[in-house]
């Protein structure tokens, strides 16, 4: 048998904080476990050599949800509300993203990694759904983090929809921004009522590349779908490794 394949995870950082530290919800960490991968913690401290190191021995990718993206890696100038912006981390998922596509490592890319994905694929942010989308929708949710509040279609026929094992979820969501401008092979194919891009994949070279705007991390304990995008990153590692 195989071993458990070791699927990469990456952290967030504290920003103008003694002593630094590197940190992520234990949701994921158990998500992935669960879901029969053995994650393994990336955080943006890591040096260029131990960067290296550690890529070439993951099996998967999981990009984890966090603060925003620096508007300056999409070449726009920041809005007043971009906030929690680590340049060390932008740099570490960004690289990774990169890594991983060219290598066809499987990646799943959560909230904030949704977002990562699109930029280092050369696409863009909304950087504030209330003041340039707008809507109905409220994705800032003040309710628990297990709980949906708000449904989302999924294309029928996609990747995306095969993996979920639905067209329609009921998500969480907590956060402001959302994807503008899509990045070089980036499909959309999941959205809010107001329009809102809550899921894309890529599946150039065959490779298992999705992304979705809200958190499942927190959804698995009562909810298949969710659930189902752990299994799919891990299911496919375990493949090719």
């Not at 940190?23 to 260029?48: H, S, T």
């Not at 989308?133 to 996609?158: A, F, L, N, W």
């Not at 991390?217 to 659930?227: F, I, K, M, N, S």
């Amino acid at each position: 048998m195989k071993p458990a394949p070791l699927i990469g995870v990456t952290t967030s950082i504290t920003l103008d904080a003694h002593p630094e530290r590197a940190y992520v919800n234990g949701a994921y960490v158990r998500a992935v476990q669960d879901a029969g991968g053995v994650p393994v913690l990336l955080p943006p401290q890591l040096d260029g050599a131990a960067r290296g190191a550690l890529w070439r021995l993951l099996d998967g990718v999981v990009l984890t949800g966090g603060g925003d993206v620096d508007p300056a890696c999409f070449g726009e100038a920041r809005h007043p509300t971009v906030a929690d912006v680590s340049a060390a981390r932008d740099t570490l998922e960004i690289d990774l993203t990169r890594y991983a596509l060219a290598r066809r490592l499987p990646l799943l890319a959560i909230c904030r990694g949704i977002q990562v994905l699109n930029v280092a694929l050369g696409g863009t942010l909304d950087q504030d759904i209330g003041s340039e989308v707008g809507g109905s929708i409220v994705h800032t949710q003040t309710e628990p983090r297990h709980q949906p509040t708000h449904r989302v279609k999924v294309e029928d026929g996609t990747c995306l929809a095969a993996i979920l094992g639905a067209t329609e979820v009921e998500v969480n969501s907590f956060h402001h921004q959302a994807l503008g401008r899509l990045g070089e092979g980036l499909r959309a194919v999941a959205w809010a009522a107001d329009g809102v891009i809550e899921g894309v994949e890529r599946t150039e070279g065959g490779a298992l590349v999705v992304g979705v705007q809200w958190h499942p991390e927190d959804l698995v304990g009562h909810d298949g779908a969710a659930r189902n995008l752990f299994r799919a990153v891990v299911e496919r590692s375990r493949t090719l490794g």
